[in-house]
């Protein structure tokens, strides 16, 4: 039995479907595995996309058969992303970008929020729960159009998503304010990301607050990546790169890769060193932040210091102080030290900062960091297109950038994957800006326009039909009221 601990108490054990429903451990601390199965690179070979996921799910979550994971996983990555392998490739030469974003909302965080919905209700019926789900989720901007659109209508399932009214950009706000469903309510904040996130955590951990959700017949879980059910599934798009690269005979198995990835809550880079745990031939793993540079300090030096500015950029998936999954990594590389841990992020609630042990600072090894300015982020788009006429998001470029000043520190000729997190669609300001081509009397719909014909591809018809949808939620509330909001929510379908 292939049970889940608690990073701040490693004597829990519990199921994968109980630690899924809760999202975050009773200690405050999050649930993971405390040893990472094996991968098999040659068996997973061909299979298609949902099979692969349903492979790798079934290596962690044994409550389920292989077939049933399987199935969920075709039910998620079905016609809702753009083709058939979902991910998508451009190579050039030993550079390669694996593209995350042909999925229903245009980001990456598909890969995660179109299964967690169909494994919160396999968990539901596993443990016979006569309550309801309600899904609580703090979003930079991808996470909570991503999960409205996996929870939509679920039949058990409600959620609240709570979005920085500044921090997200014009096509992301529309996104989620248009987002239409009868199980489900979206709220603006006036604070940043941090801001909501915090909030959304306190709650899950307010006794009283979760009574009085229990006595409206609602149980709450989180669709942030500090759900355990989110961040398994990412694991599978490290795999489909690398058997790519094997396939289109840019590397023999066996050989090692970098992985580049633009981090944020530190969910996708931390499914990236699980994969290469679990036995993925992976060389280095390139952290890469805008210049919310928190984490670069952190990997570079061992000590992590939240007391800084806040940036907001035109990366704003990746403005974030307070990454929550690297509690994950602090676990796995203080081999099991939960005390440890626990002290860690005691120090951080309290002083905002900590510094790490040897041992740690030790594990980090197999990572390298680099942050980029909002200058260099601008350039690297420029470079690309002007390079290989192809159209990045700045999430994107910001991994380019920190990739470039890796290689010519390192020297590294590797093959090497950047992850490409969001369509160049979704931020055509930021984009146009880049390229020279912003004109001030043209929204961000006749930009997007623009930037397809200087790219030569079709424009996603989505945005045009975004553009029409009615606004369906334009309430913006005080961080002090995101209890209430969500009892009141919660009485509204009682
Ligand atoms: C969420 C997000 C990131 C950051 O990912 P983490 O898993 O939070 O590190 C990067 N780019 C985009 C476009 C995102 O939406």
Redesign the pocket.
Known sequence: MNLLTSTRQSDVAVQPSEAMLSGIAPDGGLYLPKQLPKLSIEKYIDLPYADLVGQILSLFLDEWSTEQLTTLARRAYGAAFANDNCTQYQHFDKLHFCEL?HGPTF???DFALAILPHLLSASLSKRNSAQRLLILTAT????GKAALQGFQDNDNIDIVVFYPNDGVSPIQARQMQTQPGNNLTVLAIEGNFDDAQSNVKKMFTDTAFNDQVLSLGAQLSSAN?INIGRLLPQIAYYVDSYRQLCKSGSIDIGEAINFV??????????AAYYAKQMGLPIDKLICASNCNDVLTEFINTGSYNAKRAFYTTM?P??D?LI?S?LERLLYHLAGDDSAYVASLMQQLATEKRFVVNATITAGLADFKAYACAEDDTKKAIKAVFDNYRYLI?P?TAVAYHCYQQYQAESGDSQHGVIMA??SPFKFPTSVCQSLGCLDDKQDDYQLIDRLATLAELPAPPYFKTLRELPLLHEKVIKTEQMPTAVIDYLRSRS
């Open positions: 974003y980001a990456f965080k930079s901007g991808d996470t990546s990835v633009p981090t944020g809550n530190f969910g996708n880079i931390l990366s998936s990746m974030i990454s999954n998001d999430h997190t969001a």
